[in-house]
């Protein structure tokens, strides 16, 4: 009978955080009585693939995160996909040009989430060929403690990792010297305006070149250029650090790599390595600040966000154009100038001389989140995009 929806895990993502999600969708569905298969690829990869495809009829559709499933083949040469024959879902939580490799394969059935709206426009415009593709941001992700606002331990917490910049440039002289000037031009124009993403940065850099590409010339290119975004995701990260330290209030930063960054060696600072997602969730649960760095998304909001949101930790968050319109400042969320940072530390400092205000502004977030932004509610979507709704 087919009824099953199939989860894949084909890879893992930074602190296994694909695995949390299977599992946050598997409850959901499970609660909307759809049966749920996780298929873990980790091992025994060809002896799981081919006892999916014996029990192919069983299966509604397929979900997996930053897939390799569409670049899989079996014995005969087909690709796994057209061999499952059933609609597949490639649930993407990074920019697409990540995963050209994958997009650009050509299967019926074949669909994209995305966490970005911008990442929707240019799969859309790149890869016409993919049959449709979704706006889906993750959902929001509850701890298994809760602490009033007052009780919370953690003064001010920041999660995510960071890779110094001359180690990546160190990785840039590796390049053909066509390229290093590209990557080197990418990241000084968006350097220059954080609302400008990668894309428009190439099209632009080509424009005053005067030359002309095909778009799937483009997007190999992009692909190729990936190092611009990978060195200002790790800038913007350290930066927004060092300016939220400068509130000089007990700061807890928590992720691999941090011990790089000498200007935080401060009393009020205590660096930790990154754990596992779980474990993140706890600690996130525990603090009554979050300061969020975005990576380069100019149409979403990362899932920090929606899960600050959720267990009532007030969050810091860049004033883009599309976080102004989905969230209101000082009332659910606390915006900062993404491109100077120059207000970060001031509003860091208020929220935490009024905690009235800032347990307030938690309180309203948790609701706003309780009603959009669960993991019930992306599985809801999930079901309209696969025609089960």
């Not at 120059?342 to 989140?369: G, K, Q, Y």
Request: overall charge negative; hydrophobic content about 40%; aromatic content about 12%.
């Amino acid at each position: 009978m087919k009824d099953t929806v199939l989860l894949f895990e084909s890879r893992d993502l930074c602190y296994e955080s694909n695995r949390y999600f299977m599992e946050c969708i598997k409850e959901a569905l499970e609660n909307k009585k759809y049966p749920v298969e996780i298929c873990d690829l980790s091992v025994q990869m060809e002896e799981k693939l081919e006892q999916i495809l014996k029990k192919k009829e069983n299966y509604l559709f397929a979900v997996d995160f930053n897939s390799l499933l569409p670049r899989m083949e079996i014995e005969d040469g087909t690709p796994y996909l057209n061999a499952l024959g059933i609609p597949f879902f490639n649930y993407l939580v990074d920019h697409p040009l990540y995963h050209h490799a994958g997009l650009k394969k050509q299967f019926s059935g074949y669909s994209v989430f995305c966490i970005d709206t911008c990442h929707q426009t240019y799969i859309k415009k790149l890869y016409p060929h993919i049959e449709h593709v979704f706006y889906l941001p993750l959902g929001a992700v509850q701890a298994n403690m809760e602490r009033s606002f007052d009780k919370k331990r953690l003064d001010l917490l920041f999660l995510g990792t960071y890779e110094p910049e001359d180690a990546l440039y160190r990785e840039l002289d590796e390049y053909p010297l066509w390229q290093k000037k590209e990557v080197a031009s990418l990241i000084e124009r968006m350097e220059a305006d954080a609302g400008l993403t990668q894309e428009r940065a190439l099209f632009a850099y080509l424009e005053e070149k005067e030359e002309r590409i095909s778009r799937e010339a483009f997007a190999k290119r992009l692909n190729g250029d990936y190092l611009a975004d990978k060195y200002l995701r790790n800038l913007r990260r350290k930066q927004t650090v060092l300016a939220a330290a400068q509130a000089e209030i007990p700061f807890t930063v928590m992720g691999h790599g941090w011990e790089h960054v000498k200007e935080l060696d401060r009393k009020h600072i205590t660096r930790k390595n990154g754990v596992g997602f779980a474990a993140s969730i706890q600690i996130m649960a525990d603090a009554k600040m979050l300061v969020n760095a975005t990576p380069g998304f100019h149409g979403g909001l990362h899932d920090r966000v929606y899960s600050a949101m959720m267990n009532r930790t007030l969050c810091f968050t860049e004033d883009t154009s599309f976080a102004k319109q989905k969230l209101k400042d000082r009332e659910e969320i606390v915006f900062y100038n993404g491109q100077t940072m120059e207000d970060l530390a001031e509003s860091i400092v208020f929220m935490h001389e009024n905690p009235s205000a800032a347990a307030e502004i938690t309180e309203r977030a948790f609701c706003r989140a309780c009603l959009e932004d669960t993991w019930e509610k992306r599985a809801e979507a999930i079901l309209s995009c696969a025609g089960k709704s």
